[in-house]
């Protein structure tokens, strides 16, 4: 007799059809248990929001109300692994056993999404990334986004990192909209990196740097001035705005002229909190509302496009054209302007920027950081044109280093990518520098 014949005849035989009221409790039943689990999951959701709302608050106190934290004694290089949440009896924002230098500044990234660089998957891509294995790299991310789900981040950012070095904007979408669900927060915007000033693709040393505060008004011309003498020497600028708080239109017309200067020189520039000046602005213009000029309006389309945020662009370029009853600018996309979120940094805002590829030998990088040593206490290296650091290379420098940490230097790398961030805390960086990840 086959196995179907005996479960078909165990059927005719033992299994007597449910009476209305059986089946009517077994429904019953069914429904509480379905609206039972929902609740569960409801629960467990409300509690993650809880969290990260803590962390995102605390994250916001820190940042833009207390100084850093002195320095204090070197670190083992890998944290341990975090304890079980029911040895934080229920507290779900019980501290993990993570040593305070970090690879990133302690308050800038919940402490779940740190613990997972532990893992070895992480370090095995790392060192297939630096190596140049990056589709074999690819291949093991996205694998570990898909077993990891929504427990480890740091995976999720390592792919992204990827995708924009490479240049796969479809990838990166699809994968946005992945985390998005998974997270429910906003996805990264995409942000490839900048092309290499013309003519000096390997350039690195010390970054010239214009800091805007206070009001952007007339008042700018200066610093506007030094900015373009600076231009003459060197293919990469840096432009703070995250500490002004009002504009005007004449620094609106000022610095849109200034900015349209450089690109047209090809210079590549680096803005840092750019968003958060264009929000300011935004705030201030309305439209149908004519103003006294149209300055604010251009400027923040100038940067809207730096940013590369086409849709805002078009827009704010319709408002433009309904208030101002003109043709709005049309959409270029720039391609030598990289951005930064704004940071708090105790050291002088001279940075020393690393070349966007350092593979085989760091060859006359190595004399630049020495003398730029010779002028400061604290050495700011920007790793925002930094794709890939091989790993011999990083081994190297990390000689280099290690002595200048020992003299008493402070050593800080700012807006490293999640790959080589990875590589850093492998080879121990973490026990001689602060490494801060740009920030998703």
């Not at 692994?81 to 305070?100: Q, V, Y």
């Not at 264009?278 to 149209?294: F, K, S, W």
Request: hydrophobic residues 45%; aromatic residues 8%.
């Amino acid at each position: 007799m086959g196995l179907f014949s005996i479960f078909k005849k165990a059927d005719r035989d033992t299994l007597a059809p449910l009476s209305d009221d059986e089946a009517a409790r077994l429904a019953a039943n069914s429904e509480a248990e379905r609206q039972s689990q929902q609740a569960r999951q409801r629960e467990i959701a409300r509690a993650t929001a809880m969290k990260i709302d803590a962390i995102e608050s605390a994250m916001t106190f820190d940042i833009f109300n207390q100084p850093e934290p002195a320095w204090g004694s070197p670190r083992a290089a890998r944290p341990p692994r975090p304890r079980p949440a029911g040895d934080h009896g229920g507290d779900t924002l019980a501290g993990l056993d993570i040593p305070t230098t970090l690879l990133l500044h302690d308050d800038e990234l919940p402490q779940q999404a740190t613990a997972a660089e532990s893992a070895p998957v992480v370090e095995e891509i790392a060192i297939l990334y630096a190596n140049a294995q990056g589709a074999v790299a690819q291949q093991l991310l996205t694998a570990a986004v898909a077993d990891t789900g929504g427990r480890d981040r740091i995976v999720w950012w390592m792919l992204f990192d990827l995708y924009q070095v490479g240049g796969q904007q479809d990838l990166f979408d699809n994968l946005s909209i992945d985390y998005a669900s998974t997270f429910e927060t906003s996805p990264p915007p995409w942000n490839a990196p900048a092309a290499p000033a013309a003519g000096t693709p390997d350039w690195a040393g010390v970054i010239p740097t214009e800091s805007f505060s206070g009001v952007l008004d007339q008042h700018i011309a200066p610093q506007l001035d030094r900015l373009l003498q600076l231009a003459a020497a060197s293919p990469v600028l840096r432009l703070e705005f995250g500490r002004l708080h009002a504009v005007d239109a004449a620094g609106c017309t000022l610095l849109r002229d200034t900015l349209r200067k450089l690109q047209a020189r090809q210079r590549e520039l680096i803005l840092v909190d750019a968003a958060g000046l264009a929000a300011q602005i935004r705030a201030g213009i309305a439209i149908g509302r004519r103003d006294d000029t149209e300055a604010p309006w251009l400027l923040l389309l100038e940067l809207l496009q730096l940013l590369n945020r086409e849709k805002e662009f078009e827009e704010i370029g319709m408002d433009y054209c309904v208030t101002f009853e003109v043709s709005p600018p049309s959409f270029a996309a720039p391609h030598k302007v990289a951005t930064a979120a704004a940071q708090h940094v105790s050291a002088s805002p001279d940075r020393f920027m690393l070349p966007p590829l350092i593979e085989h030998q760091l060859g006359p990088v190595l004399p630049a950081i020495h003398d730029y040593a010779g002028q400061y206490q604290t050495l700011v290296f920007d790793c925002s044109r930094l794709t890939r650091i091989d790993y011999a290379c990083a081994i190297q420098l990390h000689a280099q280093l290690q002595p200048l940490a020992g003299a008493g230097k402070k050593i800080e790398f700012r807006d490293v990518n999640h790959l080589v961030t990875a590589l850093l805390r492998l080879l121990g960086y973490a026990n001689i520098a602060r490494i801060y990840p740009h920030r998703y």
